[in-house]
């Protein structure tokens, strides 16, 4: 396994389990407001996958990303966040139509996981400027670590957290312990499939 392969194999698996652990939320829940200052399950999964469409798609390859261009904007949020770190004060005002962001968050997935079946070597050295956020110069690999592993995994344990202070199990039964749930499925290349 080379590292491509790796880097594959891993955001796959990732949002494999994201989306086992997204997959029995209900609107309800995903609109459910937790006492203290954290944020609901629809503002994490939107922000997850707003700051992944963007900094993929616009930040390091230049092109519309998936809210502007798919979607023109009808993301299931009862407003966009206009960009800056002012997060919380928007997820607090935030409701969202549950159907229609999981729609939204799929097709950044699959944008995703597009990119990273195509990405080469050479794209894992170019600079991305994050300096929009403060973060001066990154490179392809670090979007793809931050937005492919780390920060998906990051917020999906907190949408587990946040759906166990609702009294539901953070993991359905199926993750039951296996560190992979469904991995092999989920890293076939779209020609085997």
């Known amino acids: 396994m080379d590292v491509l392969e790796l880097l594959r194999y891993q955001v796959k698996g990732t949002y494999a389990w994201l989306e086992m652990t997204l997959s029995d939320v209900t609107e309800e829940q995903a609109n459910w407001k937790p006492p203290g200052v954290a944020n609901s399950i629809g503002a994490v ?10 900094d993929l798609n616009s930040r ?16 299931g949020l009862s407003e966009m966040h206009l960009g ?7 997820a607090a005002r935030l409701r969202v139509d549950w159907e ?8 950044v997935r699959r944008c995703l996981e597009g990119r990273v079946d195509s990405l080469t070597m050479d794209e894992l050295e170019w600079p ?5 956020h403060g973060l001066g110069t990154w490179k392809g690999l670090d979007i793809y670590t931050l937005h492919g592993i780390d920060h998906p995994r990051l917020h999906g344990g907190e949408i587990a957290c946040l759906k166990g202070l609702q009294g539901v199990i953070g993991w359905p039964q199926q993750w039951s312990g296996d560190r992979t749930p469904n991995l092999a499925a989920a890293t076939h290349s779209k020609e085997e499939a």
């Open 100 to 107: 229609g962001l999981r729609r939204y968050g799929q097709a």
């Open 84 to 90: 800056g770190f002012d997060w919380h004060d928007w």
């Open 128 to 132: 991305v400027d994050m300096s929009a």
């Open 60 to 75: 390091m390859y230049g092109t519309i990303p998936v809210v502007a261009s798919e979607f023109k904007g009808n993301v």
């Open 45 to 54: 999964y939107a922000h997850l996958m707003i700051t992944a469409d963007f």
